[in-house]
């Protein structure tokens, strides 16, 4: 316990932070980062499920594999089906073998999943905001 008070006097002295505001910190930045990742899984998956076709598939092959660049291959991803730049880089990330079950992946349980977390994770932000704002009142 004797290290453990003298470890949070040495941060608040030598940093001019407090142990509740780094930890604030680190909560709020550890919530915004989980919620920017699920919305970024939730736009991949909505774009998806918008493209997903046989047809479609032969097409992105065609497009990554005719592309002179990975960048040029997200470009055009991205002018012939009018997606994300996050979907795009996906699908050039994607193995072969993946790219040729986008057709037929059934895209309503994981947008589902991702709906969820996005909401869960905007209503613990928003927590987080409000307890910010009552700790800043306080002080």
């Given at each position: 316990m004797e290290n453990?008070?003298?470890?949070?006097?040495?941060?608040?002295t030598d940093n001019g932070?407090?142990?509740n505001n780094l930890s604030t910190f680190f909560i709020h930045t550890h919530i915004s980062e989980m919620l920017e990742k699920a919305k970024t899984g939730l736009t991949i998956y909505r774009d998806l499920q918008r493209i997903?076709?046989?047809?479609?598939t032969e097409?992105?092959?065609?497009?990554?594999?005719?592309a002179r660049s990975v960048e040029e291959s997200i470009e055009n991803l991205i002018e012939q089906f009018s997606i994300s730049e996050c979907t795009?880089?996906?699908i050039v990330d994607s193995r072969l073998d993946?790219?040729?079950?986008?057709?037929?992946?059934?895209?309503?349980?994981?947008?589902?999943?991702?709906?969820e977390a996005v909401r869960s994770l905007n209503r613990l932000?928003?927590?987080?905001?409000e307890l910010d704002k009552r700790s800043e009142i306080e002080e």
């Open positions: 453990r008070a003298r470890l949070v006097e040495m941060s608040e932070y407090s142990i997903a076709s046989i047809e479609n097409i992105l092959i065609r497009i990554i594999r005719t795009a880089k996906y993946e790219l040729s079950l986008f057709g037929t992946f059934s895209y309503e349980e994981p947008i589902k999943v991702y709906e932000y928003e927590m987080q905001v």
